[in-house]
């Protein structure tokens, strides 16, 4: 096995094929390649029908019931359209995999969602409630005589707020957030099946209201409300978390309705994984794309007479070498996140609580990691970096979107912060001694890393114990920047552990060095700013902090002449690098062809 081909194996494992190859291979179709220079109302029935096609490769329920491939669909999904990446996580696992998850009834058949004759979609936001979903006003009230549900939006803050519920794509149906209420009581939030429309519309009840476009691939994105409108007994979604007996009466297997509310979302993990899917999609295609066009691009050298590429000049490659360098690490620690997800089966409180967490932290870092890399992309590319039909652009405003979707970035840091905070201790105990203390040392690189973490651990707990024990919002306040900041460094430590972790599967000795150079340069990188604290605490000594600058030249040097191998491992069909002129040699021929593809977006 070539290093290349070993490079693939460890990014995107032994059953690579099995996973993503049916996805990979959509990449080659041109039916999937948006028309960059069309309008949204054609944009968006597009991308339906792209979705529509994706359903003509996979059987939609096992899709549903598979996270591995739920994530390998939005990876591939990213690099085509952003609005069937949107749609595509929606139907399957958002709408589809609630229904799956719950009980089944006779009266709730799934086949004509998974034949896409109803597309699914999922309302849980409202416009008055967001991160804090579970204060949602939407009620569903229950009629003992007539064995049914009355969902109904009490006020204008109670719309269910960004859901795609147009008539774009055709009939659809929704999986409802709401208010139980039966009997007199309030017992929290559950999941109903409801019907929005047909082909002519909205069904009678439903309100829905297109909302302004957003920047980026264009979705349907509405607000829908409900008024007085009535569902049968089968529309609940029930499980252990909460039944209705036919005479209203309930009970559930957790006392507490918070808890009974993430059972009945818990899908909505799985979706955070998805935008980190995304966000990695477009990562590994945008460094590729970058990457590829500073190697073809020349410009005037020092010597008179002489050309060099982009990809020559030190200013140039380095910072695309640790973008390169950090999509890797954001890609093992991906693969480490969707693992933990997909292994367990709900039973164990703690394991689902840790792929719960991890699911966070992974959602929440590669994100952001990845509007940093595709930023730094689009500037790399220069004015070639502005245009749409390149990529970049279109990669870097869609990833906004993954920042906010299933759950705000920086709420899920503060909920994961709170955790960590009051957590007995980190997960894993002391941080590792390290056999040496050396800055090329892998060891003692991630030594440093979860030292780091423990430090702004420390920091926190001792800013909240500062605070007045009487008011709870100043003892947050107090510790929230620095436990925010613990979880970023355990966010980075996790991911420098698992990117190590796949240097030491490789066979192939150039795979194995260039993975190790790989996290030498990415755990430099982020202890960068971080050797103030470490030298104060006598974590570092002054020779490594003049060090570590040169390190981090050592690893560029080391790296500069295999980016090419680095991306070609990242398994991209060349018809989606064909399809971005600067991914190749002969983009200048582009603007010369008038049947190119940029050609015939600029004619709308």
């Known amino acids: 096995m070539g290093t290349v081909a070993e490079l693939t194996r460890l990014l995107f494992g032994d059953d690579r094929e099995s996973v993503h190859g049916r996805f990979r291979q959509m990449c080659r179709d041109d039916r999937f390649r948006p028309d960059h220079g069309a309008g949204a109302a054609q944009q968006i029935p597009d991308s339906y029908e792209r979705l529509r096609l994706v359903n003509e490769c996979v059987d939609a329920l096992e899709l549903a019931r598979d996270p591995r491939g739920v994530a390998a669909l939005q990876e591939w999904t990213a690099c085509l359209d952003g609005a069937l990446t949107v749609v595509s996580g929606i139907h399957y696992n958002l709408f589809l995999g609630s229904l799956l998850d719950h009980d089944g009834h006779d009266k709730r058949p799934l086949g004509e969602y998974a034949a896409m004759d109803r597309i699914g979609t999922f309302l849980c936001t409202e416009l008055g409630h967001g991160n804090d979903a579970a204060a949602l006003r939407t009620t569903a009230t229950y009629d003992p005589d007539d064995r049914t549900f009355t969902l109904h939006t009490p006020t204008a803050a109670a719309q269910k707020f960004m859901p795609n519920t147009s008539q774009a794509g055709g009939p659809k149906d929704a999986v409802v957030a709401a208010r139980l209420l039966s009997r007199g009581q309030d017992h929290g939030i559950f999941l109903f099946l409801a019907p929005l429309s047909d082909h002519e519309g909205p069904l009678p009840g439903v309100s829905v209201r297109p909302l302004p476009l957003r920047p980026g691939s264009p979705v349907d994105h509405c607000l829908t409300s409900f008024n007085q409108v009535v569902l049968p007994q089968e529309a609940m979604l029930t499980g252990e978390h909460g039944r209705l007996a036919d005479d209203g009466t309930f009970s ?7 808890k009974r509310f993430l059972t009945a979302i818990r899908r909505v993990t799985l979706g955070k994984l998805c935008m980190s899917a995304a966000a990695l999609g477009a990562s590994r295609a945008g460094v590729a794309t970058a990457v590829r066009y500073s190697h073809h691009r020349h410009i005037s050298s020092p010597r008179k007479g002489r050309r060099v590429s982009l990809w020559a000049h030190r200013s140039h490659h380095g910072p695309l070498l640790q973008a390169l360098a950090t999509t890797y690490a954001m890609n093992a620690l991906h693969r480490t996140a969707v693992d933990h997800c997909a292994d367990h089966d709900g039973t164990d409180p703690d394991a689902a609580a840790h792929a719960e967490q991890l699911a966070a932290v992974t959602k929440g870092w590669t994100t952001w990691k990845a509007r940093m890399i595709l930023i730094e992309c689009r500037e790399r590319c220069g004015a ?18 993954t920042i906010t979707a299933e759950g705000d970035n920086l709420a899920l840091w503060a909920k994961t912060g709170a955790e960590l905070l009051l957590a007995a201790d980190t997960d894993d105990g002391p941080a590792p001694a390290p056999v040496s203390r050396r800055m090329d040392e892998p060891a003692f690189l991630q030594h440093l890393l979860h030292t780091a973490e423990r430090q702004h651990l420390a920091r926190a707990r001792a800013r909240m ?25 355990r966010a980075e430590r996790l991911a420098g552990q698992a990117l190590l972790d796949t240097a030491r599967r490789a066979h192939d000795p150039l795979a194995r060095t260039l993975l190790y150079t790989l996290h030498i340069l990415f755990a430099l990188d982020h202890l960068q700013p971080r050797t103030g604290a470490l030298l104060a605490d006598g974590h570092l000594e002054r020779t490594h902090v003049h060090h570590l600058p040169e390190a981090i030249e050592e690893a560029l040097h080391s790296l500069q002449d295999h980016a090419l191998t680095l991306i070609d491992a990242f398994y991209l069909p060349e018809e989606v690098l064909a399809s971005r002129p600067i991914a190749n040699a002969d983009y200048q021929d582009h603007f010369d062809d008038p049947a190119a593809h940029w050609n015939e977006a600029t004619e709308h």
């Open 465 to 489: 114990r500062s605070a007045p024990r009487t008011d709870s919002q100043r003892r947050w306040n107090a510790a929230a920047p620095a436990a925010l900041a613990a979880v970023t460094a």
């Open 384 to 401: 070639q970096g502005l245009l749409p039909v390149n990529g970049i652009i279109p990669w870097a405003v869609d990833v906004e979107g």
């Open 252 to 258: 559930s297997s957790l006392g507490s309705p918070r």
